[in-house]
């Protein structure tokens, strides 16, 4: 069973950055998909952004140009670079991960906390 841990989380003033981390068990190299999904309160979780196992990257709209995500298949961790924060980005932060083969498997992180003070 593999098993995510993100972390980097915390209080930032509007404007400023934040490096979440997410730790996997395992080798990341097996995951087809990785992602970053959040989740603010009384909302549904969305999707932040995805690298796949070949590196291409998509972000929603709303973090396009302030985010970054990247993996480091030697570390096992996956990382979402945020810039430019603003206040609407406050919100528990969940890293995933997904294989897809002869079955599909999906696993999620506890989430880490982000909180933007404007």
């Known amino acids: 069973q593999v098993q995510l841990v993100e972390s980097g989380g915390g209080l930032v003033q509007a404007g400023g950055s934040l490096r979440l981390s997410c730790a996997a068990s395992?080798?990341?190299?097996?995951?087809?998909?990785m992602a970053w999904y959040r989740q603010a309160p009384g909302k549904q979780r969305e999707w932040v952004a995805t690298?796949?196992?070949?590196?291409?990257?998509n972000y929603a709209d709303s973090v396009t140009g302030r985010f970054t995500i990247s993996r480091d298949n030697a570390e096992n961790t996956l990382y979402l670079q945020m810039n430019s924060l603003k206040s609407e980005d406050t919100a528990v932060y969940y890293c995933?991960?997904?294989?897809?083969?002869?079955?599909?498997?999906?696993?999620w992180g506890q989430g880490t906390q982000v909180t933007v003070s404007s």
């Open positions: 395992g080798s990341i190299s097996s995951f087809t998909v």
């Open positions: 690298i796949t196992k070949a590196g291409y990257r």
């Open positions: 995933n991960a997904v294989v897809v083969g002869a079955r599909r498997y999906e696993y």
